[in-house]
């Protein structure tokens, strides 16, 4: 895997030619103005925005290159990044044009965009604290449309500003003066980020004490600077206080979310290692057993899956196979699958016909299964080795498919019973069959049907039936070869959405060389 992929560095790349022209453009305009032009404070000024603007430059590629590490709630700290830098741009910007008549048009709409950041980074503050905190819910969809309105509210105040002057002018002279209504400019970014703050109390037991700490900084500390700032022009410190709390943000918050997703990551591996030791996987696996073949593979959609597929010998005589989807994704979806594996198969050992098994096995997983909700299809039966005959119930499950003696495989098709954890006291309807010599049986889950190409178009069954018939005598490990085979062709690039796992059962008979 590379340090930074080609995603990023697409972005970085064009980020930094954004940034760096931003910074030329100030040096440019500031030599274009002359400093013997400008009073010590406003270069002062403009060197603090400068200064911000480089530091948001490396800090916003720091995350680009981090962003793995970042769980879920970069996007909202990249728009923090990017409206902090604008803002230190505008700022930079009005030094520069403050009194100069002649641009005195293109220093209003200048100001207009440096007073319409505050209120979009508190909006984006919001939501980038309610990612954090995984807000959700009736209350956390009501505050963030009350915080969304509110912003589109507080942009459509400035842009009546540039007509009425109320917040600031810019008078004849082309210098920026405050206007009497200036505090009101204050009134909606301070509130959200106040509100915001509340919220973190609220929820403060999810976050550890230097959490909290950096989330209250990023809005007392510029509230401070601005507070310093509210009676006193000529100084313009926010927004490079912002950019500091940022750095401070980004190192106490992003950072050590990256460390809980490492140590995250970890348990995932280890969940995907203990369930690749739970499914067999050892080939051949009966090598001293002629009469049948066996092979079965799973490729899991994430790290872990939630199929499975088992085989195992009852006794002597008789073999057992379960092929099984649970519903969901990931390691819950994993956790039940080891479970109803396990029950399964102790109950078929027990000597339960299919049926009866998975009968006994439904009672067993809706016990205490009302929080998770989760249900497994599975087809599984027991085939008499010395005769071929067999017993399968199948739960929901896909169709199995059968390649006769001298013909290919077909799907057999009959009515299936509603699957496992769904309902109470079900009985599980049984379908007998019987295999002759050389004939095999192929059972899938449905993402092999299902597997998607970038058109969304399925490989459907009758691209799988094609695929097993490229060889129908072919041993069970080169059948599912060809399935995947076929998968891979037609899926090409398009990512894969579910897991996709199959076994196949070749009979020899009991007088099998």
């Known amino acids: 895997m590379e340090f930074i992929g080609p995603k990023e560095k697409r972005q970085v790349a064009f980020t930094g030619m954004i940034y760096l022209l931003s910074?030329?453009?100030?040096?440019?305009?500031?030599n274009l103005r002359g400093l013997e032009n400008l009073l010590p404070v406003y270069i002062v000024n403009i060197g603090i925005d400068l200064f911000g603007m480089m530091l948001g430059f490396l800090l916003f590629i720091c995350c680009l290159i981090d962003v793995q590490k970042t769980g879920s709630d970069y996007r909202y700290f990249f728009f923090l990044i990017n409206t902090a830098i604008f803002g230190l741009y505008t700022d930079a910007c009005?030094?520069?044009?403050?009194?100069?008549?002649?641009?005195?048009?293109?220093?209003?709409?200048?100001?207009?965009?440096?007073?319409?950041?505050?209120?979009?980074?508190?909006?984006?503050?919001?939501?980038?604290?309610?990612?954090?905190?995984?807000?959700?819910?009736?209350?956390?969809?009501?505050?963030?449309?009350?915080v969304q309105v509110g912003v589109f509210a507080a942009i459509l105040m400035r842009i009546a500003n540039i007509f009425a002057g109320f917040y600031f002018t810019v008078d004849a002279s082309g210098f920026y003066q405050r206007g009497a209504l200036y505090p009101l400019s204050l009134v909606y970014p301070l509130f959200t980020m106040l509100g915001t703050?509340?919220?973190?109390?609220?929820?403060?037991?999810?976050?550890?004490?230097?959490?909290?700490?950096?989330?209250?900084?990023?809005?007392?500390?510029?509230?401070?600077?601005?507070?310093?700032?509210?009676f006193t022009y000529g100084l313009s410190l926010s927004y490079g206080v912002i950019m500091l709390v940022m750095l401070l943000m980004y190192c106490l918050l992003n950072v050590s979310q990256g460390r809980q997703k490492a140590v995250a990551d970890r348990d995932l591996a280890m969940a995907?290692?203990?369930?690749?030791?739970?499914?067999?996987?050892?080939?051949?696996?009966?090598?001293?057993?002629?009469?049948?073949?066996?092979?079965?593979?799973?490729?899991?959609?994430?790290?872990?899956?939630?199929?499975?597929?088992?085989?195992?010998?009852?006794?002597?005589?008789?073999?057992?196979?379960v092929m099984a989807d649970v519903s969901g994704k990931g390691v819950p979806a994993a956790l039940f699958m080891m479970i109803a594996k396990a029950l399964i198969k102790n109950r078929l050992q027990a000597g339960d016909t299919p049926g009866k098994a998975l009968e006994n096995v439904n009672r067993q997983l809706i016990e205490g299964n009302d929080a998770a909700e989760m249900f497994v299809t599975v087809w599984c039966a027991v085939v008499e080795i010395s005769t071929g005959r067999g017993i399968a119930a199948n739960a929901g499950h896909e169709h199995p498919a059968i390649r006769r003696t001298g013909g290919k495989f077909e799907l057999v098709k009959y009515r299936h019973s509603p699957a496992v954890a769904t309902?109470?006291?079900?009985?599980?309807?049984?379908?007998?069959?019987?295999?002759?010599?050389?004939?095999?049986?192929?059972?899938?889950?449905?993402?092999?049907?299902?597997?998607?190409?970038?058109e969304n178009e399925l490989f459907g069954t009758d691209r799988m039936l094609?695929?097993?018939?490229?060889?129908?005598?072919?041993?069970?490990?080169?059948?599912?070869?060809?399935?995947?085979?076929?998968?891979?062709?037609?899926?090409?690039?398009?990512?894969?959405f579910d897991d996709i796992t199959m076994l196949c059962f070749k009979y020899a008979g009991p007088d099998a060389d």
């Open 272 to 321: 995907t290692a203990i369930q690749e030791n739970v499914l067999p996987s050892i080939f051949p696996a009966f090598p001293e057993r002629d009469e049948f073949d066996v092979y079965a593979s799973m490729d899991p959609a994430k790290e872990v899956g939630g199929d499975f597929y088992d085989f195992f010998l009852v006794d002597n005589d008789h073999f057992g196979m």
């Open 466 to 496: 094609e695929a097993l018939n490229a060889e129908p005598d072919a041993s069970p490990e080169k059948i599912l070869a060809n399935v995947r085979a076929g998968i891979d062709a037609f899926v090409q690039d398009a990512p894969q």
């Open 197 to 230: 703050l509340c919220v973190v109390m609220i929820r403060r037991k999810q976050l550890q004490t230097y959490q909290i700490v950096a989330l209250f900084m990023y809005v007392l500390a510029p509230v401070a600077a601005g507070m310093m700032t509210l």
């Open 423 to 454: 309902m109470e006291g079900i009985p599980f309807r049984e379908h007998e069959f019987e295999l002759e010599r050389g004939e095999s049986l192929f059972v899938y889950t449905d993402g092999v049907a299902e597997a998607t190409n970038a």
């Open 94 to 146: 009005a030094w520069i044009l403050d009194g100069v008549p002649d641009l005195r048009i293109l220093n209003i709409i200048d100001n207009f965009f440096y007073y319409s950041c505050s209120p979009i980074a508190a909006c984006f503050f919001w939501h980038y604290v309610s990612g954090y905190l995984k807000l959700s819910g009736r209350a956390a969809s009501v505050l963030s449309k009350i």
């Open 23 to 30: 910074i030329a453009a100030v040096v440019v305009f500031l």
